[in-house]
């Protein structure tokens, strides 16, 4: 499934969009950044509710396809115009980690 497919099915609000043509094949939940940036898979979407600037350069390291921030979490405006220039993909939901983790699921399976 394409991001901008990913997006419009969850009802997701964009805060960055770089290149939503790109294919998720997975995802991955944490918060712990150590973890996501040696466990999460490429091209996932990665559900988190942390909402700073170390966020954007695990998701280049571990090249994840979007990151979801989960209940509504929004970074500051310095975060979003870094996400912004480096042409990542973010989006907010109001929904849990664990609804967006569900329905992500059914959607990828």
Known sequence: MKINELRDTL???PLSEGDTDREVS?????DLLSFVM??????S???TIMNNVN??????LADA???ILAEDSVPDDAVL????TEGINLYTSPMTAYELCGRLYALLS
Do not use: H
Not at 26 to 30: D, E, F, L, S
Not at 38 to 43: S, T, Y
């Open 65 to 67: 396809a979007c990151v």
């Open 55 to 60: 966020v954007l350069a695990v998701a280049s």
């Open 11 to 13: 009802a997701l609000q």
């Open 38 to 43: 040696g466990r999460c898979p490429a091209d």
């Open 81 to 84: 115009s870094r996400a912004r």
């Open 26 to 30: 997975g995802g991955y939940t944490g």
């Open 45 to 47: 979407a990665w559900i």
